[in-house]
């Protein structure tokens, strides 16, 4: 059931993971996991995130329960091959906010025999599949669906609720603007 382990790992090749899931379902925490293990086994492991998200430090991975790693900023996903030089594994955190580009770059990473951990959002705000995880999902090889608790009514959660009016697509983390809700109790915002 678990994904990638110590006992099932492949060998002499590269591969790709994707955890995605609505926020706060434990998307970077479990990519801190898998790479603190790959640490442990005293792998090269190199991190990467977006520039937009600057919510916290900006040179580490955090979660909402406040576990980080240190983490490089890149504007365009294509600084990360220039980046990886001989780390065995990548990890990458809210890709969906990497342009298109992400998926060539964790392809090639991949080929080159490298370890890819790909953690973001498969929805926007609206329900909507947030590319580029959805493409990032089907050449992948290892998907997790991590799902959050709803605030409102205890269930398991797969969406991302909007709690203000703004309609633009990427309204970075600002507190209280987001919260993990099922499908019942998910309200798609209104079109404007
Ligand atoms: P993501 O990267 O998916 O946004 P994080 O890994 O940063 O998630 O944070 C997950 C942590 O957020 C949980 O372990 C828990 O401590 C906290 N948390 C806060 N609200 C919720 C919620 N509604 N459901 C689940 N976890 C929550
Ligand atoms: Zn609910």
């Known amino acids: 059931m678990d994904v990638v382990n110590i006992h099932n790992m492949p060998q002499k090749t590269g ?13 970077t925490e479990e990519l801190i996991r898998r790479l603190r293990r ?40 294509l600084e990360i091959l220039a980046l990886v030089k001989d780390a065995q594994v990548i990890g990458i955190d809210e890709a969906q ?9 964790c392809e090639q990473l991949a080929d080159q025999g490298k370890r890819v951990l790909v953690a973001g959002l498969d929805q926007d705000y609206r329900g909507r599949p947030f590319e580029p995880i959805p493409q990032l999902l089907a050449i992948a090889e290892y998907i997790t669906k991590t799902l959050a608790i709803c605030v409102v009514c205890g269930n ?36 404007e």
């Open 38 to 77: 790959a640490q442990i086994a005293k792998q090269n492991v190199i991190i990467f995130k977006p520039k937009i998200d600057n919510r916290y430090s900006s040179n580490q991975i955090v979660s909402h329960s406040e576990q980080s790693l240190p983490s490089i900023v890149v504007d365009s996903p």
């Open 15 to 27: 591969w790709i993971e994707v955890i995605c899931g609505c926020m706060y379902s434990g998307k």
């Open 156 to 191: 398991p959660a797969d969406r991302t609720q909007r709690t203000t009016e703004q309609h633009e697509l990427v309204v970075v983390g600002a507190r209280g603007v987001y919260e993990a809700r099922c499908r019942k109790c998910f309200v798609p915002p209104s079109e």
């Open 97 to 105: 906010f990497f342009s298109k580009e992400i998926i060539e770059v």
